[in-house]
């Protein structure tokens, strides 16, 4: 229906009836946050490099309509100084949220007004150097902290489709735009999780998720290519074990076995295209990408002085089950 009247909505002095129908998802807003993984990049251009968890979210609208967001979470990130660097953070947003519509495509805009406050503490240093712990420290906190405010203050844009298939962006998108994704998608009865390109170092693992599976008869699809000439590990985690695998995964300098054994795994060859489809109930679940020798089928080759990355490609969908 929005997508019908689009000219009157995108009106600049309807803004105030845009906001008004925007209040009715915005209900939705720490629900969506929670059941979502936040992927971290040093640029839009840069594959992932670490992810952040949000575990805690309250929201409220202010006396000038904005909407004021408290969050809270962990999460990982990996560099060449500290390799696996694992984290807790926190913040106070306020946004100024407005939507527009380019035919029954939403596009909605939570420009960020101010950052009320923020925190990032280093909780995990896996560099294995001990003297330089204390030292890495205080500067991963304070690169963290810069990192994290960059990353608030410029906003989000989310686009959803009348499938229901919602896209992220850092940052504005301009109405009729599309954010660069590594997987054109079309025309498929499927929502899109994610699309993107993150790295997996070597003796690490990515956690994709967590992914609502809200109906039965849904499966997982994920399709994507490895490069790096090393095949990779994928794995199928319930929420239970995956939240449980990635509490090990941040606690501990070492990435040892997972908590309990997946319910699908398979091999990703390098530069072969994979496509794999996981018949799921209704519930949440992790897709977790492992280049590790302790999880998994594969066991790849250990040299500390030659870090064999493995870049993927993929996109992660929510389907009916064949």
Same mark, same amino acid.
């Given at each position: 229906?929005?997508?019908?009247?689009d000219g009157p909505?995108?009106d600049?002095?309807?803004?105030?009836?845009?906001?008004?129908?925007?209040a009715?998802?915005?209900?939705?807003?720490?629900?969506?946050?929670?059941?979502?993984d936040a992927?971290?990049k040093?640029?839009?251009?840069?594959?992932?490099?670490?992810?952040?968890?949000?575990t805690?979210?309250?929201?409220?609208?202010?006396?000038?309509?904005?909407?004021?967001?408290?969050?809270?979470g962990s999460?990982?990130a990996?560099?060449?100084?500290?390799?696996?660097?694992?984290?807790?953070?926190?913040?106070?947003?306020e946004?100024d949220?407005?939507f527009?519509?380019?035919?029954?495509?939403?596009?909605?805009?939570?420009?960020?007004?101010k950052?009320?406050?923020?925190?990032?503490?280093?909780?995990?240093?896996?560099q294995?150097v001990?003297?330089?712990?204390?030292?890495?420290?205080?500067m991963a906190?304070?690169?963290?902290?810069?990192?994290?405010n960059a990353q608030?203050?410029?906003?989000?844009?989310?686009?959803r489709?009348?499938?229901?298939?919602a896209d992220?962006?850092?940052?504005?998108?301009?109405?009729?735009?599309k954010?660069?994704h590594?997987?054109?998608?079309?025309?498929q009865n499927?929502v899109?999780?994610?699309?993107?390109?993150?790295?997996?170092?070597?003796?690490?693992?990515?956690?994709i998720?967590?992914?609502?599976?809200?109906?039965?008869?849904?499966a997982l699809f994920?399709?994507g290519?490895?490069?790096?000439g090393?095949?990779?590990d994928?794995?199928?985690?319930?929420?239970?074990?995956?939240d449980?695998?990635?509490?090990?995964? /941040? %606690? &501990?300098?070492? #990435?040892?076995?997972l908590?309990?054994?997946p319910?699908? !795994?398979?091999?990703?060859?390098?530069?072969?295209?994979?496509?794999?489809i996981v018949?799921v109930p209704?519930?949440?679940?992790?897709?977790? /990408? %492992? &280049?590790?020798? #302790?999880?998994?089928?594969?066991?790849?080759p250990?040299? !500390?002085?030659?870090?064999?990355?493995?870049?993927?490609?993929y996109?992660?969908?929510?389907g009916?089950?064949?």
């Amino acid at each position: 229906m929005l997508g019908v009247i689009d000219g009157p909505i995108n009106d600049p002095d309807n803004r105030s009836l845009r906001r008004a129908i925007m209040a009715f998802g915005l209900k939705e807003f720490c629900h969506e946050m929670t059941t979502h993984d936040a992927p971290l990049k040093s640029s839009e251009d840069s594959p992932v490099s670490g992810r952040f968890f949000p575990t805690t979210c309250a929201e409220r609208e202010t006396s000038d309509g904005n909407l004021d967001v408290t969050f809270g979470g962990s999460g990982y990130a990996w560099t060449n100084i500290s390799k696996k660097l694992s984290f807790t953070s926190s913040g106070s947003i306020e946004y100024d949220q407005d939507f527009l519509m380019d035919g029954s495509t939403m596009y909605a805009y939570f420009r960020t007004k101010k950052v009320v406050s923020s925190d990032f503490h280093a909780r995990m240093i896996e560099q294995p150097v001990a003297n330089m712990v204390n030292q890495i420290a205080p500067m991963a906190d304070s690169f963290g902290k810069q990192l994290l405010n960059a990353q608030l203050a410029q906003g989000f844009t989310v686009i959803r489709a009348a499938n229901g298939t919602a896209d992220f962006a850092v940052g504005t998108i301009e109405k009729g735009k599309k954010p660069v994704h590594p997987y054109e998608v079309h025309g498929q009865n499927r929502v899109t999780y994610e699309n993107l390109r993150t790295e997996v170092h070597q003796n690490q693992r990515d956690f994709i998720g967590p992914i609502e599976i809200e109906d039965s008869n849904r499966a997982l699809f994920f399709t994507g290519t490895v490069d790096g000439g090393l095949p990779l590990d994928v794995l199928f985690l319930t929420k239970v074990e995956g939240d449980a695998s990635l509490k090990l995964y /941040l %606690d &501990n300098p070492a #990435t040892g076995p997972l908590s309990g054994n997946p319910s699908a !795994s398979d091999v990703m060859q390098p530069d072969v295209a994979f496509k794999k489809i996981v018949p799921v109930p209704k519930g949440l679940y992790f897709i977790v /990408l %492992d &280049n590790t020798p #302790t999880a998994g089928q594969v066991a790849p080759p250990q040299n !500390s002085f030659d870090d064999r990355a493995a870049a993927v490609s993929y996109v992660a969908q929510i389907g009916e089950a064949p």
